[in-house]
């Protein structure tokens, strides 16, 4: 909005945007119109919004959630006795009025919280010792919950090949829309040490909610399972588990020591062959070194 405010007119309004881009604001505001919420759980709305004027700090600034065109239904205020009793307790604004941030977060959210929810900004200023207040209802940009009456199931991811004896990684990864109290994962195998937590935004208003295991697996953990458990905001439970294949290193072994063993044997065998060859070869050489002087003798004998 700011920007096309800025490019669609004359070049005298690009330089007011230039200079004071504080002023010459519009009401604007930006909210994501359409998320997803579990029964029973928590959603958080992002919401940021705009006004014309000096930047007020959050102490001149009030903000509301109403239903879509019924401005009197509030569902969220500081004032807590102008909140719907369906309500009460149940809404909570995270976000910094100060810092233009409208941010809503519902807890134990109920079936009926679809709204739409719209924000209103009331700025309070003062002029002479008189307070007024300034008042817009975004009713352009309105949130609507789409409910989930369970939260989906984790998704599993596994490293190439687990190998006995080597560090092996599993992911666990959920999708959801509350990262003020995002869920909490479990392992049916591993300590709180092998793990490892990661919160990333996916979309505006969705969140990824990932949890690596790392461990060494071993000989026995072949064939067995593996099971990743989310527990959400509220108490809601998924699961989803996969099945360990270790590749045994006792596999080469079976055929290294064998070979080993075969060659080893082959070269003492040898060394031994060649030894009692050589021991022969001084007797034959000896014998046939008697022999010939046995039969010069003979020879000389025969002749005389
Ligand atoms: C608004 O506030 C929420 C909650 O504190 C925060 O997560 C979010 O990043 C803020 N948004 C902006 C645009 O600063």
Redesign the pocket.
Known sequence: NKRSNCSDNSSGIMVTCICSPALGEKWTASVVKSLEAVVGSCV?L???FNYPGTLLPTSRLRGIWHRIKKDEEIVYSEDNTRVLDSFKGRTNM???LG?K?C?LEITDVKDHDNGPFCFRIELVKTHDNKETTEKYSFVGECAQLKMRKDPPEPELFQSNTAVQGKPYSVTCSVHHTC??HVPVFTWSRGSKDDIIHIQKPILSGIWETQSIMVFIPEENDDHTEITCTATFNGGKVTSRSIQLNVKRIGNIYHIIIPVTVAIGMAVIFGVICIAVMEKYKNRIAELQSREGSMFNRLSRMSRR
């Open positions: 958080v992002p919401c940021s995270i976000g910094k810092d941030n941010t990262p003020s």
